[in-house]
């Protein structure tokens, strides 16, 4: 059954203090893995999409990478606004289209 | 572009009632899908249309639920006799299905309390 893990369920940090999050997944053939930024009452604001191992993608801030068994999303001099949680979800091969999520991490900030 | 829309935002129900969710797609994408979400969880995959057909239902989706998409344009989620269980955060997302891509973009959500 496929699955997605996130670690840790929560992260502080000072502003500036560069730091990582994992998701670990399980799936019997990826399609792409996706990160997803979610603010509270609000739905989840794609940032980007993996595809392959080796692959890596960067936004201001971002940059996540992707390995066999897990992605990364390294967060590189963080702003309180970059508090958030972050989701990770993969899609596998064959006639679905549905992701399957990790619970998330929340990332809190501080000044 | 103005995004994916969801209507209502909040919705404030008793147990035992029938409520309906709207969902509007970002123009020309051909798939849509319906998650739920609860406190503290990621979201959780309930069905998704491509076009007006729809392609697959979770299992965890009670026969309480149903969805549809007529025009393949918008769609509606109803719950009958709805239940405490059901409060949560109903997510609608879309995506232009094109070879390997597959991008879904969420919507607002709407906030389901069940009283």
């Known amino acids: 059954e496929d699955q997605v893990t996130q670690s840790p369920e929560a992260l502080r940090l000072q502003e500036g203090e560069s730091s990582s999050l994992n998701c670990s997944y399980t799936?019997?053939?990826?399609?792409?893995l996706f990160w997803y930024r979610q603010d509270p009452g609000k739905g989840p604001e794609f940032l980007f999409t993996l595809y392959s191992a080796g692959e890596e993608k960067e936004k201001e801030r971002l940059k996540a990478t992707l390995t066999k068994k897990e992605s990364f999303l390294h967060i590189t001099a963080p702003k309180p606004e970059d508090s958030a949680t972050y989701l990770c979800?993969?899609?596998?091969?064959?006639?679905?289209?549905?992701?399957?999520f990790g619970q998330g991490t929340t990332l809190q900030v501080k000044p | 572009d103005t995004g994916v829309s969801q209507d209502p935002r909040h919705k404030i129900t008793k147990r035992g009632q029938n409520v309906t969710f709207r969902c509007d797609p970002i123009s020309e994408h051909n798939r849509l899908y319906w998650y739920r979400q609860t406190l503290g969880q990621g979201p959780e995959f309930l069905t998704y249309?491509?076009?007006?057909?729809?392609?697959?239902k979770s299992r965890l989706l009670s026969d309480r639920f149903s969805a549809e998409r007529p025009k393949g344009s918008f769609s509606t989620l109803e719950i009958q006799r709805t239940e405490q269980g059901d409060s949560a955060m109903y997510l609608c997302a879309s995506s232009l299905i094109a070879g390997v891509t597959d991008t879904q973009y969420f919507g607002p959500g709407t906030r389901l309390t069940v009283l």
């Open positions: 249309f491509q076009n007006e057909a729809q392609l697959e």
């Open positions: 799936v019997s053939g990826l399609r792409g």
């Open positions: 979800a993969v899609q596998g091969t064959g006639n679905t289209g549905k992701l399957i």
